[in-house]
């Protein structure tokens, strides 16, 4: 293969390698790009026309040249602060003024810093090789000329390209700063979980040594009572019976709230708020002597979350709950249909025939029905009649977009014990962007002077 063939396949390489980095960058880059060179040959050929140049196809050149770099600085950022001699040294004010913006944003994408700043160096020193180049045509440059050379390579190579090395070593920096803050958070999120884990361990363990220990007890001789009964006083037997087995139910549904302390929350607790599990519900009202009957009227199969079902019969057993101790003989009427998404389920007595007096309950139960339906996105409305008696009825939608207060996830749980949202990493990031892209842009105070006075002079020429 000659000499003369290699240079050529290698810049087919690379035309090649251009072109599959563009078909492959996203189109708001490639868009952006596009608008930044017309933008920079608009403002390097429109001011020709004006004002036209003395030497107007170099000129001309130069605007395009600059205009061809602003791509360029992505894929070859040192290639292309060293291509910014000739604009610098050029009579294209108009694109001298545009090669600080090429230099700073190259200069971001260069490292390690040590071969940036050789990079840096070797253009500005070609700048100034360049300006001396161009005045000895005209005879030998003056010490006022050489100096003048020395402060536009200052200004539009070597500040341009330290504000951009500045940016780009914060870059690493602030990403490391986020990483850093992203794990201190998820530690003290596992703390936190850690520490409500053993509280509720802790607690678990209190309800089962104390709590179950004394409903066992009650088990075991309702038991006894049921068997006494039996031989003893039959008409006594079915109020025994029912005794034991709200003592065997009481005790499963302790070792349910366990399940969920222990964060188990799969643990079948038989809470499915079918329609066979509310009628066990009515039906164990009316054996305890009220008169109650159910409603149902679901158009559609139960199909809802298993949330919506527990959440639906709490409801109903508070609701019959409250009717037996508050209205005891007056009719209980539990109600349950669905309006699209959502279901209702309704628990409403009449006024008892016997006025009662007040009761001294703390609504602590109602309170912790309303949070449950809250927490799944519904609403409890709870209060009396205007004919009498007392309504309680509850909308929960079918199938709650909410999380599950008890799943295991590494989000802390609103309210927790020792818990509180995360600080967003950017609130830590913030000051220190500020700092370092304030210092970053004072430097190019002095460039952007510059630049400015560079106008002004040739517009006024």
Known sequence: MSPAVRPWRRVRREAAAIRDAVRAAPRRTVVTESVLVGLVLLCSLTPISLIPPVHPVPTALLGVWVALLVPARRVYPALTILCCVPVVAGENVWATVVAPCVVWSAARRIAPARRAWWVVGASAAGSVLASVAAQSLSGLPTMPYLAAGAA???????LPALSGLMLGRRR???????????????????????ARMEERARIAAEMHDLLGHRVGLISMHAGALQLAAERQAPPLAAQAELLHTTAGTAMEELRGILGVLRHQPCEETGERGTREDLSALVADSRSAGADAELHWNATRPADADARTRQAVHRVTREG??????????????????????MVVVAVVNDAPPVPRPTGDGNRSGLVGLQERVGLLGGALDAGPRPEGGFALSARIPARPSVPPVYANSSEPVSGGAGSRPPLSTEVLTWPRLLGG????????????????ALLIMQVLD
Do not use: Q, W
């Not at 690493?172 to 850690?194: I, S």
């Not at 019959?320 to 998404?341: C, F, I, M």
């Open 152 to 158: 536009v390579s200052a200004l539009f190579i070597l």
């Open 320 to 341: 019959l709950a409250n009717a037996l101790k508050h209205a005891s003989g007056a009719p209980v009427r539990v109600t349950y249909h669905d309006e699209g998404d």
């Open 437 to 452: 892209g304030c210092a970053a842009m004072l430097v190019l105070l002095p460039t952007a002077g510059g630049a400015l």
């Open 172 to 194: 690493p920096l602030t990403g490391l700063l986020r990483e850093r803050n992203a794990y201190l958070e998820h530690a003290r999120l596992l703390t936190d979980e850690a």
